[in-house]
């Protein structure tokens, strides 16, 4: 038999190397592809971590005894609606029980209702929640307490039922009332547990404005119980406030009141009005009504003269006025802060208390009195 010799062809060796270079690729291409899986993978594991509501549980500390204070379900209300949160347990309990000292205890809880929220309270989705809700963060658990009013937890005692006097002169119609100061105090939470007006003209009434020197009338008298208001709180100091015998007392800012010191009632305001029936151009001296309305002035008063009348005339020599129509403010109207700050570029005050109204130019045309001439408005 004959035998068959075979040739072999030999691969030249360019061809070799860009086999191994082939595979080389390849396999480099593989090992992106891998990571940019793992890496996408990992990504997307991780955002979706992040976008997984926290696991939390919440545990209410409330009394039942205290109807002024608020629901403890109010407090976790904000939690348990969040969209970060999920909310595998909730228990309530009473703040007398052994369960709700031993909490007390272990997180310093100060003000009762209270809630305790232990799980993921520290994933970055829900971490935001507990400076909202004014909440301690602590190792194992939020805590977050009520405003008052409020169950001191270490003595048992109710803190923030705030009573309130208020001190009246029913007589003066045109004092000014405490009742819109009252009604922002309440706007903020202020709970007043009582409430009660007096004459100030009372037995108990005089006891007050002596122990709490009660210098003007109307006036309010509230318990120190306001203080556990974080907001009054700092209105007190920033108004120093005294605090005298478990009370705080404040009196009307803004006149007419009665003066206790003299006895009579201040910010009564009496206004003249000056003018000159010749000049048909001259502006509405009458407008000035809306702007002492503006600055809040009591006027009670009013009283016009011409100057051809004699009592008109009389009023331009004793107060030196040279241009009409104008204004007289009787010598009240110095009780008026804000009148007493921007008069003097439109006015003077006499040396006898009186406001003499000189700006005419601002208000419109105007007569000249020295010459005679009519100026007419360049506004």
């Excluded at 800012?253 to 001259?282: E, R």
């Excluded at 107060?319 to 570029?345: C, E, F, H, M, R």
């Amino acid at each position: 038999m004959a035998i068959r010799n075979v040739r072999k062809t030999k691969i030249p060796a360019e061809g070799k190397k860009s086999s191994r270079l082939t595979k080389a690729v390849l396999l480099l291409l593989l090992g992106v592809l891998l990571v940019e899986v793992f890496v996408t993978w990992d990504a997307t594991s991780k955002i979706g971590e992040k976008a997984r509501p926290a696991n939390l549980e919440i545990i209410q500390i409330s009394d039942n005894t205290c109807v002024q204070c608020a629901s403890v379900n109010l407090l976790s209300a904000p939690i348990s609606g969040s969209n970060s949160t999920k909310i595998l347990s909730t228990s309530t309990i009473d703040f007398a029980s052994a369960e709700a000292k031993s909490l007390i205890a272990k997180y310093g809880v100060q003000k009762i209702p209270a809630v305790v929220v232990t799980g993921e309270f520290k994933k970055d989705n829900v971490v935001f929640l507990w400076g909202d809700l004014g909440g301690k963060m602590l190792t194992d658990a939020v805590i977050i307490e009520t405003s008052a009013p409020f169950v001191n937890a270490t003595n048992g005692h109710r803190e923030g039922l705030v009573s309130l006097v208020s001190i009246v002169d029913s007589s003066c119609a045109n004092c000014t009332s405490m009742d819109d100061f009252v009604s922002s105090l309440k706007q903020t939470g202020v709970n007043f547990v009582s409430e009660k007006t007096i004459e100030y003209t009372s037995s108990e009434a005089q006891a007050w404005i002596t122990s709490q020197d009660i210098q003007r009338i109307p006036a309010i008298v509230f318990s120190k119980d306001i203080e556990t208001y974080d907001t009054i709180k700092q209105f007190l100091v920033q108004t120093n406030a005294t605090e005298r015998q478990g009370f705080y007392a404040y009196h009307s800012t803004s006149p007419p009141y009665l003066d206790l010191g003299s006895g009579k009632v201040v910010g009564l305001v009496s206004v003249i009005y000056i003018t000159d029936a010749s000049c048909t151009t001259c502006y509405d001296v009458y407008g000035h009504r809306a702007i002492l309305q503006r600055f809040g002035i009591t006027v009670v008063n009013e009283t016009t003269y011409d100057i051809a009348n004699t009592m008109g005339n009389q009023l331009i020599t004793q107060y030196n006025i040279t241009k009409v129509p104008t204004i007289l403010i009787s010598p009240d109207g110095a009780y008026y802060a804000n009148l007493k700050q921007v008069w003097p570029p439109v006015g003077t005050i006499a040396s006898d208390g009186w406001f003499v109204f000189i700006g005419t130019e601002a208000m419109g045309t105007y007569k000249d009195l020295a010459s005679g001439q009519i100026v007419a408005s360049t506004g």
